[in-house]
């Protein structure tokens, strides 16, 4: 069992940021690889993000590359998504999720959150 709760959603103007947040509530917590994923109003959900159990790992849809940072504490119990140059095209809600390995398919994952919404303005 794991529950998702992201937090940091908002509006923002283009080239601003925003840290989104997504806090667990597992014991296990350290054995997930997490992946934030985002969906805009008439698209899929679409993968942004992933990184391993340990943060060895990680990896970057090509649009976000260079403005989009994924960390983790476990210790908190915690994923993180840095969002810095932010585009107008970015604006959806968007998701945390965990997945028992490091992975990039939206099938994989087996625990989400609620979302939150981002919405970057021009």
């Known amino acids: 069992q794991v529950q998702l709760v992201e937090s940091g959603g908002g509006l923002v103007q283009a080239g601003g940021s925003l840290r989104l947040s997504c806090a667990a509530s597992?014991?296990?917590?350290?054995?997930?690889?997490m992946g934030w994923f985002r969906q805009a109003p008439g698209r899929e959900r679409e993968f942004v993000a992933a990184i391993s159990w340990s943060g060895g790992l990680t990896y970057y849809v090509d649009s976000v590359k260079g403005r989009f940072t994924i960390s983790r504490d476990n210790a908190k119990n915690t994923v993180y998504l840095q969002m810095d140059s932010l585009k107008p095209e970015d604006t959806a809600v968007y998701y945390c999720?965990?997945?028992?390995?490091?992975?990039?398919?939206?099938?994989?994952?087996?625990?989400w959150g609620q979302g939150t919404q981002v919405t970057v303005s021009s």
């Open positions: 999720a965990a997945a028992n390995i490091f992975v990039l398919t939206i099938q994989d994952y087996n625990y």
């Open positions: 597992a014991r296990t917590f350290r054995s997930y690889a």
